[in-house]
């Protein structure tokens, strides 16, 4: 469950933005609470599913299960409202058990630094230490983590037993079993049982989902290492593993539409989208993402996609009816628009020491800053690199609560959901 889910924050409304960062840093601040600094380390998108379940589906008001968490240097040392509760404790329970399995299975299978016997016993007292933390943890909101630990022996008995052919979902089955459990239980917490069935199924097929997704990515790399990888040893070719992840992306899509949901806005674009993103990622992209926008939205021709509208070519902050300025003209980051008077500089020594400070808040990556020796306003570097290699992520900046109204995908008509299910 590690790495599947990677949301744009160009693809989230602002709303949705911010209650992903809200799970995002209540699952850390309850790694913390629960077992300690190092536990955080095990703070992973994944994970953050079962809080964002859990409050989707809870009937009281947001402000039960939002709390103002202090400064935090990766939030450039601001202040934020995170989710708290059960939900991001079980989250948090969820996240170090599955950690505690990641970290034995890399010793087991000696990689990298892991192969140093020291780091291996380390690896393995620290295993041992989350294994109890997150048993006694989950144990308080009524989850057996059993099932997680008894999925992961029985997954190293199964690779060691599988034949050549054999079907690839027999190696699937004990993480379909680990993640169906962890979606299932957050139906009790939120009192609502009748979603425990549709939940069960949904984290079936997204735990199915997750294992195929892993090992066609490590496929090249365990073949040139000489791992064990589940495609390779049961001869599954990559068009089938594809086959299998597209088939399970459309039944949590069916599943969803069984699970009765507060807001289900947030869950709709994690697993209902994000998890197809996941599979174009690995395989390659199906088909193109639409606009965000409605084709009829303002400022939009009919039919056309509005990132094939002509470049804006005005810099940042000069009238665009104003006539161009010439090539000669330094322009961009670190340069004030023509017309505008820049502000003062610091001086080296003044900028060295705001670099400091500002490097230490974690603000030269996490949001937008003042430049320390300029004084410029820069976007910060997560913000200049985020996910969007591909250059084309749609702007969601102007489409409202993305998917807030998507029911089942049938209302959404070329909204930035872009659903076809």
Known sequence: MFGIIKPCRHR???RLQTSWMAHLCGLCLALRDDHGQLARTATNYDGLIISALVEAQAAQEDASWRRTAGPCP???????????????????????ALASVKIRDHVEDRDGVFARRPV???????????????AGSASAIGFDTAVLLDAASRQGELERSLRPGG?????????????????????VIAGRPGNAAPLAEAGRLFGRLAHLLDAAEDQAADAASGAWNP???????RAE?????????????????????????????????ETERAVDRVFGQ??????????????????????????????????????????????????????????????????????????????LLCCDHEDPFSRERRQGFCERHDCCECGNCPDCSGCGDCCNCCDGCDCCDGCCCDCSC
């Open 120 to 134: 291996a016993a380390g690896a393995r007292a620290v295993t041992r230490r989350w294994d109890r933390q997150s």
């Open 286 to 363: 199906a088909r193109h993402t639409a606009s965000c926008r409605r084709p009829d939205a303002p400022g939009t021709a009919t039919g056309e996609h509005p990132h094939q509208a002509p470049p804006h070519h005005a810099p940042p902050g000069q009238d665009p009816n104003q006539a161009p300025v010439p090539p000669w003209v330094p322009q961009g980051p670190g340069f004030s628009p023509p017309g505008q008077k820049p502000p003062n500089p610091r001086n080296l020594l003044a900028g060295c020491a705001m670099w400091a400070l500002m490097a230490c808040t974690c603000q």
């Open 241 to 273: 593993a594809e086959r299998l992840c597209r088939d399970a992306v459309h039944g949590i899509r069916l599943a969803l539409r069984e699970v009765e949901l507060t807001d289900r806005a947030l869950v709709h674009v994690l697993l209902a989208h």
């Open 74 to 96: 990766l939030r450039g040392m601001r202040t934020a409202s995170v989710a708290k509760g059960e939900g991001a404790r079980l989250a948090a329970a969820v996240s170090l």
């Open 231 to 237: 495609l390779t040893a049961t001869g599954t070719d």
């Open 167 to 187: 079907s690839v979902l027999l190696v699937t089955e004990p993480t379909e079993t680990a993640t169906s459990a962890a979606f299932a239980h957050t139906a």
């Open 12 to 14: 989230l409304s602002e």
